[in-house]
């Protein structure tokens, strides 16, 4: 059989790696040190024409099922990694076949959370961790998907305005439906919880896990942020004829969350006392959406609610409120965030991405003004920041070398 | 310890039109290990996750031992889901690898020790229980994984797919582990797998299904000689039964020149045809033109036999199960010192004992 490459656009550089070596045996100069969760596959970065690809070796059957999962979930819009090839047919030196292998875009300034509890970390950072998950676990349900394999380690984070952003890595035992029974939903819950409990306990037995809380009880939040969610999402309200403001109230806080309605079923009972109202359709991403329409710019949903924010409040300073909104927006846009973004050295800009970074200045100004007990504006704050912050966090662009393990699904002696 | 009893259960997942799993009857005896095997989406999932209760049961019941489970949240079913994937956590050490989900559980730390260095011994694994997983062997790991369910000490193990990602070598070692382990335990164990192979060489008893349909529930002896229907027959056994649809005449079944006694009771309803089947280890190989004509295309030769892959020269004949992806080969296994030659044509048909014979129409076993 001879070595076999699928992918929407296939690289040939691809064809330059060492297929004919097993994953583990691959010399350091080609690989990226990357730091990743616990794995039972062999998983490695290379560097290949300019972006850095995951490879997980793994049976070409599994590898091309995933592949098609992670397309299906690219194009249901739902955070995952982005599936690059898959590779078959490869035969070792001594003609022995060799496992396949799944290729995956390195999806950048993302976090596996091992990496991250090897930084020295905010309080609650397990929280927030979970919270994030629970999105993606609802969003990912909503729209079908059944993970099997819910965990910290099949989760990659990256940070989100002072929250984290959730993005699915392994889709292995995944299915998708056209709707999940709750029995289904339950399954994976249960999952959640027995995994992240177990990966608390680990980061614990580690001497990682700087809260003293118990990571049972932390592992809890998993259902409730979960469920919080899930009714807030779907479940069917009844409000009086009279009160018809509940409805808009209901479409508000879903916006509140981040989630806008596509579709909201209303039905009045027969004697027209009162509705009944359910969202049917919901899309994540209300204020990413909102801001990528003002101003063009790309960013997850936390930072885009703080961009709003500022957005929003350079209006109201400039009592701009009766103007189009777009045209404040694309003042902002070229008066205060690109020039404050566009300020960071080179060699800092690989700490985070731009509109972290603002977020960043915010937070940073709501310090500083606290200290001096005066108003600082945005580039002022900007030179403190650069100064006496910025160089002391660590690269996220391509974050490198933390301690990563795999266990092996391979026999081996016994 | 508990006998398992799907009593006409059925599952209709929500917006689906048919049932994803249909009026299930399977009456699971105390400590069987009892296998859940068939194509993907046949209903396997669904009936295990019914009886953990994790999936809404529309119509019948389930019952664990005497008591009716049907409404009963997984938590008060006294079942052990065992996941597909185990993680194994390289900080903790392999007692705590073990014992940490009954943790959740709220069980107390004395019990729990006990329980792990009881499954540590039945897993000979008492050497290790204070070292790291990374210092275990592929085998090893596997059986802390193991350890993991049989720590909460459950009336019912349920397992789907646990050895889907495992490579070949460790599959087979963990089979067989599993499969004694149960055995030593004596807890009633449903274990689901698209595999038949895995299937027959675990179970006691396999239940067949498709399309949320039990096909048949038998041991691996029974499913293999006395396939209930056609579905049955072409799913168990590898290389899979040699199927054909044949005419019926007076006194038996054509195949080929040579006359099948099949019965004229069991032929009375058959209708015009009926299909025959043929496992490839009980077809007779003749070269005095008696039978059916085939060309050989393959042979695979094994040593002490050889499988002699080929097509019927009659092209009114098919194989069933062939389609647009391609004619099936007809496979019979000989003696591997007399093989036919590639191109040679020979003279097939079932050994007199072995024939299997189905009705045309609805598929099921005629003898
Ligand atoms: N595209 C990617 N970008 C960044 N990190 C990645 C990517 N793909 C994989 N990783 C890292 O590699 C780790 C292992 O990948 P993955 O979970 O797919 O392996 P696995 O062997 O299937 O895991 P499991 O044991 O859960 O089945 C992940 O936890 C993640 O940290
Ligand atoms: N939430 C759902 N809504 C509608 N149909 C579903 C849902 N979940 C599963 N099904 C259907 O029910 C049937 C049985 O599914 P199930 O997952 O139990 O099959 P399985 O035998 O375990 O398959 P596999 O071997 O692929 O895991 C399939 O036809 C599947 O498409
Ligand atoms: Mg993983
Ligand atoms: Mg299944």
């Known amino acids: ?414 | 310890m508990a006998t398992v009893r799907f009593d006409k259960a059925t599952r209709i997942y929500p917006g689906a039109d048919s049932p994803s799993v249909d009026k299930l009857d399977i009456d699971i005896a105390d400590g069987e290990f009892l296998v859940l095997v068939g194509p993907s989406g046949c209903g396997k999932s669904t009936s295990l996750r019914m009886l953990a209760g994790l999936e809404e049961v529309n119509e019948g019941k389930i019952w664990i031992g005497d008591r009716d489970v049907t409404n009963l949240s997984p938590k008060d079913r006294d079942v052990a889901m065992v996941f597909q994937n185990y993680a194994l956590y390289p900080h903790m050490t392999v007692a705590d690898n073990m014992g940490f989900a009954l943790k959740i559980a709220g069980v107390d730390k004395s019990e729990i020790r006990r329980r792990v260095e009881e499954a540590a011994k039945i897993l000979d694994l008492e050497p290790y229980l204070e070292r790291k997983p990374k210092a275990l062997s592929g085998g090893q790991r596997q059986r802390v994984a193991m350890g993991r369910a049989i720590v909460r000490s459950p009336q019912v193990f349920l397992m789907d797919e646990p050895l889907s990602n495992l490579d070949a070598k460790l599959r087979v070692q963990t089979r067989t582990q599993i499969a004694s382990l149960q055995r030593r335990l004596g807890v009633t164990t449903v274990y689901v797998t698209h595999d038949q192979v895995e299937a027959m060489t675990m179970g006691d008893r396999i239940a067949l299904l498709k399309d949320g349909i039990l096909q048949q529930v038998a041991s691996p002896r029974e499913m293999y000689d006395k396939p209930a229907n056609v579905f049955v027959a072409g799913f168990i056994g590898s290389p899979a039964m040699n199927l054909l649809s044949v005419p019926v005449t007076q006194d038996g079944a054509k195949f080929g020149t040579h006359r099948l006694d099949i019965g004229r009771d069991e032929l009375a309803n058959a209708g015009s045809k009926v299909v025959v089947g043929v496992r490839p280890e009980d077809v007779e190989v003749r070269t005095d033109n008696d039978g059916l004509e085939i060309e050989v295309d393959v042979i695979e030769e094994l040593g002490a036999d050889a499988y002699v892959y080929g097509s019927p020269v009659s092209k009114d004949i098919h194989l069933e199960g062939s389609d647009e992806e391609g004619e099936r080969p007809f496979i019979a296994r000989v003696d591997g010192r007399n093989v036919p030659r590639k191109g040679e044509h020979i003279f097939v048909f079932p050994k007199p004992q072995h024939i299997h014979a189905f009705n045309q129409e609805t598929g099921a076993r005629l003898i």
Not at chain 1, 16 to 39: F, K, M, N, Q, V
Not at chain 1, 314 to 320: D, P, S, V
């Open chain 1, 1 to 414: 059989m001879a070595l076999e490459i699928t992918a929407a656009r296939a690289d040939p550089a691809l064809l330059d790696l060492p297929w004919d070596t097993p994953l583990e045996e691959w010399p350091d100069e080609i690989l990226a040190a990357y730091p990743r969760g616990i794995s039972r596959h062999v998983v490695r970065f290379v560097k290949l024409s300019g972006r850095v690809l995951a490879i997980k070796e793994i049976k070409t059957d599994i590898a091309r099922r995933e592949y098609e999962m992670l397309r299906n979930l690219r194009r249901l819009d739902l955070p995952s990694v982005e599936p690059f090839a898959v590779i078959s047919g490869r035969v070792s030196r001594d003609g022995e076949q060799l496992d396949g292998a799944l290729i995956t875009r390195h999806l950048q300034y993302s976090l596996p959370y091992r990496a991250l509890y090897s930084q020295s970390l905010r309080k609650g950072t397990a929280s927030r961790l979970i919270d994030a998950l629970a999105v993606l676990l609802v969003r990912l349900h909503l729209a079908g998907f059944w993970w099997g394999d819910v965990s910290l380690s099949n989760t990659l984070f990256r940070r989100d305005a002072g929250a984290f952003a959730a993005y699915l890595v392994d889709a292995e035992t995944g299915e998708l439906r056209v709707q999940l029974s709750d029995g289904q939903r339950e399954h994976d819950l249960d999952i959640a919880r027995v995994n992240i409990a177990g990966e608390l306990m680990d980061l614990e037995a580690g001497g990682l896990l700087q809260e003293d809380r118990d990571p049972v009880e932390v592992s809890e939040r998993i259902m409730t942020r979960y469920r919080e969610l899930w009714s807030e999402l779907t479940d069917t309200e009844i409000v009086d004829t009279g009160e018809r403001w509940r409805v808009d109230e209901r479409i508000r806080r879903l916006n509140a969350l981040g989630f806008d309605v596509g579709e909201l079923a209303m039905t009045t009972d027969i004697d027209g006392t009162s509705i009944q109202i359910q969202p049917k359709v919901v899309d994540a991403g209300h204020h990413s959406r909102r801001l990528l329409r003002l101003t063009g710019l790309d960013v997850r949903e936390n930072q885009a609610r703080r961009l709003l924010n500022d957005l929003d409040s350079y209006r109201a300073a400039l009592g701009r409120q009766a103007d189009d909104e777009e045209n404040v927006a694309f003042d902002w846009l070229h008066e205060i965030y690109e020039p404050l973004v566009r300020s960071v050295p080179k060699e800092l800009a690989r700490k985070m991405e731009p509109a972290e970074f603002f977020h960043e200045l915010l937070e940073h100004r709501w310090y500083l003004a606290e200290k001096l007990k005066r108003d600082l504006s945005l580039p002022e704050v900007k030179e403190d920041y650069l100064a006496n912050v910025l160089p002391t966090k660590p690269d996220e662009k391509e974050v490198v070398g933390v301690d990563t393990v795999e266990m092996p699904v391979v026999a081996w002696d016994d």
